[in-house]
């Protein structure tokens, strides 16, 4: 769980730099924040196969933000180079947890939590409504 904090961080700081770098810097932090889930997601539908059907389940809750997203990124003047890099991070830090044995059940099971039970952040979602 310490490698997830770190992970938070990291795109918390990563977010402020892009807010120097392009106007639609929200749809850039929210595109983190999605592919942080999504690749969280696929990741226990691969190494945890006893929360494989809710982790399938769960990741439902993210095709229709992702649906606004790809709509506002088209009309958007965000670079796809940063977006490109904000997922690449993402990535690498969790190759790295799972690499480092930190991918455990119970992250899945906090992460199909919170996409199932408690939803997604709607004050980060916003600028996609």
């Not at 690749?39 to 095709?63: G, S």
């Not at 940063?82 to 997922?87: F, R």
């Not at 099971?109 to 004050?123: F, S, Y």
Request: with cysteine; net charge neutral.
């Amino acid at each position: 769980m310490k490698k997830l904090g770190y992970s938070l961080f990291a795109a918390l700081c990563f977010s402020s730099a892009v807010k120097a770098q392009t106007v639609d810097y929200q749809y850039l932090t929210v595109a983190g924040y999605l592919n942080f889930y999504l690749l969280n997601i696929n990741a226990c539908q691969d190494y945890h196969p006893e929360v494989r059907q809710q982790a399938y389940d769960a990741e439902k809750q993210l095709y229709p933000w992702l649906t606004k997203l790809e709509q506002k990124l088209k009309g958007a003047d965000a670079d796809n180079k940063i977006l490109s890099d904000v997922v690449q991070k993402r990535r690498e830090a969790l190759n790295m947890q799972i690499s480092e044995g930190d991918f455990t059940l119970d992250h899945c099971k906090a992460i199909v939590k919170l996409l199932t039970a408690d939803g997604l952040d709607q004050a980060m979602l916003k600028s996609l409504n």
